[in-house]
């Protein structure tokens, strides 16, 4: 039981409603969040509401930088329990790639620095993990890949991320079938504000219609609103009755029915996630440290906790990797993976792994 709390740096506002200097903040978020008596603002509701229930809370955190955001969340000051934020939708849209012959659109290397100041940053409080929700794109076409080759393993790398990172992870109905961006070819098919919006201050003002439906394709949150693919019927068991948004055609292939009878499907490998994680508490409450950082295909960081240490190590890319661990992993357990076998750890040296591969090791 708890409470979300939509967009909760904006709550405080300059009631003079002074005229805002667009120069200044030609992004209107910046100048709205952390206004004047903000938390003290939520320290009065942790103290009038919050703290008189057993209950959790979470901020949505938009625009809050990793020195800001422990204030919302340090146990000391009494506000929120946790507070998510955008670093990773940021990164994958601001940023170019690392190195384009890796096949990551994005800099993974940022993506680990952000993971990092803000694993930091929030100190004895607790963070928060997720890479799509209501107003994101479906997170494997987003930072994985919905190539039929590679949907299938870049899911299950994705899930493998979520569910070994320090944190309490966060997830959209879904992702843990794999279900991915629908990409609308014509505004009517759209019903996001936002969306439809845009486009017709587009037309107004004369701009590029088309180059923006292609945008939209794979950063419309329209893509992660399609509904909730149960089977292969018609309406994907989500209704009898035509649905406000089209159903993904791919539904007859990625559906829950489909995968619950498929013990190597992406929806098996996340309950088999889950279950690994409630099963290793260090795996949970460990602390968080990067390995090999500076490598722009891998994200790899041990979770060490007072019994047991892990090793997860990622290739977010479609391509070959090699992973430096810096340490024998010849008697490393592996405890989770998403291709048949793991690769085979030498005593000294670095790993090879294939595109999209994932392995959590328990270590010796």
């Not at 994005?106 to 993971?115: E, F, N, P």
């Not at 030498?346 to 994932?358: A, D, H, S, V």
Request: with cysteine; hydrophobic share 35%.
């Amino acid at each position: 039981d708890g409470f979300r709390l939509d967009s909760i740096p904006y709550i405080a506002k300059d009631t003079s409603f002074p005229e805002i200097d667009l120069r200044k903040y030609p992004d209107v978020f910046p100048y709205y969040s952390l206004g004047p008596h903000l938390h003290d603002y939520l320290h009065e509701m942790n103290r009038e509401v919050f703290s008189r229930y057993d209950c959790t809370t979470v901020g949505e955190g938009s625009k809050t930088a990793p020195e800001e955001g422990w204030k919302f969340i340090a146990p000391e000051r009494q506000e929120l329990d946790m507070l998510y934020h955008f670093g990773a939708a940021d990164i994958r849209n601001e940023t170019e790639a690392d190195d384009p012959a890796t096949g990551i659109p994005y800099s993974l290397l940022a993506l680990k620095r952000m993971y990092a100041e803000w694993d930091a940053a929030v100190g004895d409080g607790w963070p928060t993990i997720y890479l799509g929700n209501h107003d994101q794109p479906r997170m494997v076409s987003r930072f994985g890949s919905d190539a039929p080759e590679w949907r299938d393993l870049s899911a299950k790398m994705l899930t493998m991320f979520l569910l070994t990172m320090r944190g309490t992870p966060y997830w959209l109905a879904g992702d843990e079938l794999g279900m991915t961006n629908i990409r609308f070819t014509r505004i009517e098919e759209y019903d996001d504000i936002d969306t439809r919006n845009h486009y017709r201050k587009l037309l107004r003002e004369g701009g590029d219609t088309e180059q923006f439906l292609r945008e939209q394709q794979e950063i419309g949150r329209d893509n992660a609103r399609t509904p909730y693919q149960w089977d292969g019927t018609l309406y994907a068991g989500f209704s009898t009755a035509k649905p406000w948004l089209r159903v993904n055609p791919n539904h007859t292939e990625v559906n829950a029915a489909r995968e619950l009878c498929d013990p190597d499907s992406v929806l098996n490998f996340f309950r088999r996630a889950v279950t690994l994680r409630k099963g290793h508490p260090d795996l949970v409450y460990g602390s968080f440290r990067p390995v090999d950082a500076d490598n722009p295909q891998v994200f790899a960081y041990l979770r060490e906790g007072t019994g047991r240490n892990y090793l997860t190590v990622l290739n977010f890319s479609p391509k070959a990797a090699r992973f430096d661990p810096k340490t024998d992993l010849t008697e490393a357990m592996p405890l989770l993976h998403n291709y048949p076998a793991p690769p085979i750890a030498e005593k000294e040296g670095p790993i090879e792994l294939r595109p999209y591969e994932g392995i959590l090791y328990r270590l010796a």
